[in-house]
């Protein structure tokens, strides 16, 4: 009975989402000193592997749930690329852009000439850009979501640039 429940513990433990918190045991290969015929049990840590996207992803994630756009307040929605960047005004009530702007656009892509990817410059241009196209259809207050992205470098600069030409936060 008792080897029973044990193992019910453990493929409840296995099944639970902090599965990776828990160390991992495995039989050592290597025999010990003793004078057990049974191998040994040995404690391996495994460490949680994931990638940056899937780190920044899950804090999008986290943001999302205190975040949301409503027809008073829209949210006003980063994504950051290699070689563009991307800003829309959504209302999520609706599940409607309301503005958007990015360095895709001609305006914004013909002014700068960049190799590598978009700097802070182009990102104050589409801060601008975005705070001007939402002032002219009435939106003046926005909620502000960085996407997962650190508030730093070229989403700072967004979101001064949109502040700087009428935009509340």
């Not at 804090?59 to 006003?76: A, F, M, S």
């Not at 589409?126 to 003046?140: N, Y």
Request: aromatic share 6%; with cysteine.
């Amino acid at each position: 009975m008792s080897t029973c429940s044990f193992s019910l513990l453990q493929c409840a433990l296995a099944s639970s989402q902090q599965s990776w918190l828990r160390p991992k045991l495995t039989e050592a290969t290597i025999p010990i000193s003793r004078p057990s015929s049974h191998p040994s049990l040995s404690l391996v840590v495994e460490a949680k592997a994931t990638t940056r996207r899937e780190d920044r992803t899950a804090r999008h994630t986290r943001i999302r749930k205190k975040v949301e756009g409503t027809p008073e307040r829209p949210r006003l929605a980063v994504f950051r690329s290699n070689k563009h960047l991307y800003v829309q005004v959504i209302d999520d009530t609706k599940m409607h852009t309301l503005a958007s702007a990015s360095t895709v656009q001609k305006s914004i892509s013909e002014e700068f000439s960049y190799t590598c990817g978009p700097t802070i410059e182009a990102a104050k241009k589409v801060g601008e850009i975005i705070a001007k196209s939402c002032l002219e259809k009435g939106i003046t207050k926005v909620a502000f979501d960085r996407g997962g992205y650190p508030y730093h470098g070229r989403v700072e600069a967004i979101a001064a640039a949109a502040r700087e030409h009428g935009l509340q936060f």
